[in-house]
Nanobody, 122 residues
Framework: QVQLVESGGDLVQPGGSLRLSCAAS????????MGWYRQAPGKQRELVAG???????NYASSVKGRFTISRVSAQNTLYLQMNSLKPEDTAVYSC????????????????WGQGTQVTVSS
């Protein structure tokens, strides 16, 4: 099994910054990609940012230039640095991991965290 635990969500004023963390643990054998999704009330879930095992990154157009995704491979920890936050960034942010486990080394699966609330408001 793989567990993902997010942290760092908070209430912040517009223009402020937050750094989200996602700690992955369990019987991880290999990781293909990790990233962040978000879902605001009444809206569809959207991909915020992703990073592959080779370090390639991709961002939603709405956050490009403001958010930075990074990963510490040795610790299986994922980060999302969010700057210049806007009220429309308010959402539950969830991290995901695409990988295999030691119990099934040839089966790729996507694992999800529970999410952390980010609220941008004055």
């Amino acid at each position: 099994q793989v567990q993902l635990v997010e942290s760092g969500g908070d209430l912040v004023q517009p223009g402020g910054s937050l750094r989200l963390s996602c700690a992955a643990s369990g019987s991880i054998f290999s990781i293909n990609a990790m990233g962040w999704y978000r879902q605001a009330p009444g809206k569809q879930r959207e991909l915020v940012a992703g990073i592959t095992s080779t370090g390639a990154t991709n961002y939603a157009s709405s956050v490009k230039g403001r958010f930075t995704i990074s990963r510490v491979s040795a610790q299986n920890t994922l980060y999302l640095q969010m700057n210049s936050l806007k009220p429309e960034d308010t959402a539950v942010y969830s991290c995901y991991l695409v990988g295999t486990t030691t119990q099934a080394m040839d089966v790729w699966y996507t694992y999800w965290g529970q999410g952390t609330q980010v609220t941008v408001s004055s």
